[in-house]
């Protein structure tokens, strides 16, 4: 038992020793950074330990909207990028006729790099002296007057960043649950339909419990990840994102350590222990409730 | 409810564009089925026996021929609506639902006038799964169950709905030995207590003669032969159906008829009047030898298998086409049979005479 207990340990170890050097020490690190007051990189000094970092932070107005931006990115982006895959990958699994053309038109926005959809973004939305943008173009039919959606009124700037964020989300998502959906069996289909099953009832009583992992697996990840934003506000936006309101969580700590404004390596760390917080707390949640919902 | 097949055919075309053959799965299959009887469809795998079950689920659509149910023409009509309890061969049970809510299932589905009460559909559920005897399963998951009583939950399922005809597809297929028994006689007592015109595929040949009232055996998309069990084993339309039906199976030989005398090797072994001479093939059961010392019959004995009851004579014959000829006698000869070479006497009803070319039955 004691024998094979150090051989256990044995296999275990490169990969112990990676994760604790990356991750497990960095963290520990954050965590001592994060209460220790005015630490300063170069002389490796600090005035005093307390949580006056984590009330600077929460008083800090950039990092109060950089909190209400993630909130609302999440909360619009996550429901409505799941929902419109699961549409999608549901069209896409009944089709037969250029099925696999489809899938890779889909899978496209994946494999193009965030700044390049920036770009095309810019051209969808952005007001410059010779044109107002293709969206807006097509507003002027219907006699709505144009909008500056880059620099313009707040809402219009989140609404731009949350049809990016659940375009770029969306291939992964319609990937995953195209493969899903694939893998049910088609006899479960068979004997409800000989049961004389509507086709929504089916869907709904059939085929979602049965891809309930993966949908559950697409949330978590999915609220993970519109919590870590950041790439897509700079892509739209540039990086001056306090500037223009449309700052993340992950972009006030990146400004607190190397922004024009930064050099505060403590106020960065207390940013990310409370962003580490919410994401755990959320993600506990929802591993909880899909316990109850889940089937397998 | 009655059922009748009629030019049921079920063409699939080819997949492989450079080969363009087409697959005939059942062909021009006629057939009526008396309400309230037990059919089992009955051939060996790619026969076409699943298409045709599939065919009356409406799963699939027919290439052309026609499906009645009573006087409905159900040609057409979607699986959705045909009424009609289908038991998979791998049960098909939700597994996320439990016992009770797979049963209730297909209840669910019904709209507007027939909508059901909550009361009444668990009372129907109740009255099914009492049917099956699994009603004190109600509240499991179908992974907690075992393959004979997810069986019964299958069943329970199709039968809630009171559907018109009953399909079961390999339903002995999933069991182990003990439990097949159990359940084909328990498919017989369901079977007989609803009265539901129920039809069953399988392979297995013991299983379709020992419950159902008719048997159809198929191969190749055609059927072969119709008729009641004991009368297909003891009148074979043709030399499958006689290889196909029995265990052990019957034996084959090469042989010839001449001035009305059947002959296998240099042997006359029985009179069979006034049938086309020349080469024939020849078939007898295993319990169509008799052994005798004075017998017309010569073989090399190989050796004996005992059973108990009977014993097994293993022997060989140069005009087998079989790799050994098995004949099943009573044990009480089981002194008498010994030395190189065993005689036997024939039954002639055991002993079927098929054309060469085509297999079709000559006596």
């Given at each position: 038992?004691?024998?094979?207990?150090?051989?256990?340990?044995?296999?275990?170890?490169?990969?112990?020793?990676?994760?604790?050097?990356?991750?497990?020490?960095?963290?520990?690190?954050?965590?001592?950074?994060?209460?220790?007051?005015?630490?300063?990189?170069?002389?490796?000094?600090?005035?005093?330990?307390?949580?006056?970092?984590?009330?600077?932070?929460?008083?800090?107005?950039?990092?109060?909207?950089?909190?209400?931006?993630?909130?609302?990115?999440?909360?619009?982006?996550?429901?409505?990028?799941?929902?419109?895959?699961?549409?999608?990958?549901?069209?896409?699994?009944?089709?037969?006729?250029?099925?696999?053309?489809?899938?890779?038109?889909?899978?496209?926005?994946?494999?193009?790099?965030?700044?390049?959809?920036?770009?095309?973004?810019?051209?969808?939305?952005?007001?410059?002296?010779?044109?107002?943008?293709?969206?807006?173009?097509?507003?002027?039919?219907?006699?709505?007057?144009?909008?500056?959606?880059?620099?313009?009124?707040?809402?219009?700037?989140?609404?731009?960043?949350?049809?990016?964020?659940?375009?770029?989300?969306?291939?992964?998502?319609?990937?995953?649950?195209?493969?899903?959906?694939?893998?049910?069996?088609?006899?479960?289909?068979?004997?409800?339909?000989?049961?004389?099953?509507?086709?929504?009832?089916?869907?709904?009583?059939?085929?979602?419990?049965?891809?309930?992992?993966?949908?559950?697996?697409?949330?978590?990840?999915?609220?993970?990840?519109?919590?870590?934003?950041?790439?897509?506000?700079?892509?739209?936006?540039?990086?001056?994102?306090?500037?223009?309101?449309?700052?993340?969580?992950?972009?006030?700590?990146?400004?607190?350590?190397?922004?024009?404004?930064?050099?505060?390596?403590?106020?960065?760390?207390?940013?990310?222990?409370?962003?580490?917080?919410?994401?755990?707390?959320?993600?506990?949640i929802n591993l909880l409730v899909s316990k109850k919902h889940v089937h397998y | 409810m009655k059922v009748t097949l009629q030019n049921l055919t079920k063409i699939y075309p080819s997949r492989n564009k450079k080969q363009p053959k087409e697959v005939v799965a059942v062909s021009n299959f006629n057939f009526e089925i008396a309400d309230g009887q037990l059919i089992g469809l009955l051939g060996p795998s790619g026969c076409g026996k699943s298409t045709t079950l599939n065919l009356l689920s409406g799963l699939q659509k027919p290439t052309s021929g026609k499906i009645f149910f009573g006087d409905d023409d159900v040609t057409d009509l979607p699986a959705e609506n045909r009424g009609v309890g289908l038991v998979f061969q791998n049960y098909a049970l939700y597994p996320h639902l439990t016992v009770k809510q797979n049963i209730t299932f297909p209840l669910e589905n019904l709209k507007g006038k027939d909508k059901l009460s909550k009361e009444k559909m668990a009372e129907m559920a109740l009255e099914a799964a009492r049917l099956v005897q699994i009603d004190e399963l109600m509240d499991r998951k179908p992974a907690e169950l075992s393959g004979g009583q997810q069986q019964r939950v299958a069943i329970a399922r199709a039968l809630v709905k009171n559907p018109r005809i009953l399909l079961l597809d390999e339903p002995l297929s999933n069991l182990d030995a003990r439990l097949r028994l159990q359940t084909r006689e328990e498919i017989r007592r369901i079977q007989r207590s609803t009265g539901i015109t129920t039809i069953f595929v399988t392979h297995d040949q013991e299983e379709a003669m020992s419950i159902s009232d008719l048997i159809v055996v198929m191969k190749e998309g055609v059927v072969h032969q119709i008729g009641k069990p004991q009368e297909v084993y003891d009148e074979p339309a043709n030399l499958f159906v006689a290889k196909f039906l029995g265990t052990p199976p019957i034996n084959v030989f090469n042989a010839a008829v001449k001035e009305g005398k059947l002959f296998i090797g240099e042997e006359a072994v029985l009179n069979v009047g006034n049938i086309a001479e020349g080469e024939v093939v020849a078939a007898i059961r295993p319990e169509g030898f008799v052994v005798d010392k004075n017998g017309v019959f010569t073989c090399d004995l190989e050796r004996v298998e005992v059973m108990g009851r009977d014993i097994s004579v293993v022997a060989t014959h140069k005009e087998s086409q079989n790799e050994v000829i098995r004949a099943i006698v009573g044990s009480e000869n089981l002194a008498s049979v010994n030395g190189a070479t065993v005689r036997f006497s024939l039954k002639r009803n055991k002993v079927y005479v098929f054309k060469k070319e085509n297999g079709e039955r000559l006596f």
């Open positions: 038992m004691k024998n094979n207990n150090l051989k256990a340990w044995l296999y275990l170890l490169p990969a112990v020793l990676f994760l604790g050097f990356f991750l497990v020490y960095p963290l520990i690190d954050v965590l001592i950074y994060s209460f220790e007051e005015g630490y300063n990189y170069a002389s490796q000094t600090y005035f005093g330990v307390g949580s006056y970092n984590f009330s600077y932070v929460l008083h800090d107005p950039y990092f109060l909207q950089a909190l209400k931006n993630t909130f609302i990115l999440v909360i619009i982006t996550v429901p409505v990028s799941t929902a419109l895959s699961m549409l999608i990958s549901v069209a896409l699994s009944s089709i037969q006729k250029l099925r696999n053309l489809f899938q890779t038109v889909y899978f496209l926005p994946y494999v193009t790099n965030t700044l390049a959809v920036g770009l095309v973004f810019m051209i969808l939305f952005k007001q410059t002296p010779y044109s107002d943008g293709l969206v807006n173009t097509v507003l002027s039919w219907f006699g709505i007057s144009a909008i500056d959606f880059i620099s313009g009124p707040y809402w219009a700037k989140m609404l731009v960043l949350c049809i990016y964020t659940v375009w770029v989300v969306m291939p992964f998502k319609i990937l995953i649950l195209t493969g899903s959906l694939a893998s049910v069996d088609e006899i479960y289909y068979n004997a409800a339909k000989v049961d004389g099953t509507s086709k929504w009832r089916i869907f709904r009583k059939i085929t979602l419990p049965m891809i309930s992992p993966t949908v559950f697996y697409l949330i978590i990840t999915g609220f993970i990840g519109a919590f870590k934003a950041y790439s897509d506000a700079v892509a739209l936006f540039g990086t001056d994102l306090n500037a223009a309101e449309m700052n993340t969580i992950v972009g006030y700590i990146y400004d607190m350590l190397y922004g024009t404004s930064g050099g505060y390596p403590s106020y960065a760390s207390a940013a990310a222990i409370i962003l580490f917080v919410i994401v755990l707390t959320i993600t506990c | -």
